[in-house]
């Protein structure tokens, strides 16, 4: 789970990307796909992120990296919330994102809902 995003941010270090609004594949779902496991996406995701900023360190700014980890963790916090995971692993993760950037208004609404047992 999650080659494409690793050879996207390699792609990324060579090439420029731009946006096109027209769909140019196709995206198959089925009931066994491993993507369906959103806390493994995320997980890994976290690890591609942390591996490809080790090997690339000057080529995304500190500010975007922010950015991109408190979405991230937050994401992570929120997925956790939403599958029961308890309240300690989730308050772990909206906190980790908030380390990053404590401003992140998706992160305290994550905390707010938690602590008033609203999915």
């Known amino acids: ?12 270090t060579d090439y420029e990307f731009d946006y096109v609004d027209r ?3 196709y995206y198959r779902i089925w009931l066994g796909q491993m993507s369906k496991n959103y806390q493994r996406r995320y997980m890994n995701g976290i690890e591609i992120m942390k591996d490809f900023l080790s090997k690339h ?3 995304v700014d500190k500010n975007t990296q922010h950015d991109a980890w408190a ?3 937050s994401g992570l916090a929120s997925c956790l919330h939403r ?7 989730t308050l772990r993760q ?13 992160a305290w609404k994550g905390i707010i809902k ?6």
């Open 71 to 73: 979405h991230t963790y």
């Open 23 to 25: 769909p140019l594949v």
């Open 1 to 12: 789970m999650g080659i494409d995003y690793e050879l996207w941010l390699r792609f990324s």
């Open 114 to 119: 938690v602590f008033l047992g609203v999915k």
């Open 57 to 59: 360190p000057d080529v």
């Open 94 to 106: 909206y906190l980790r994102a908030l380390s990053f950037r404590p401003t992140y208004l998706p």
């Open 83 to 89: 599958s029961g995971e308890g309240i300690a692993p």
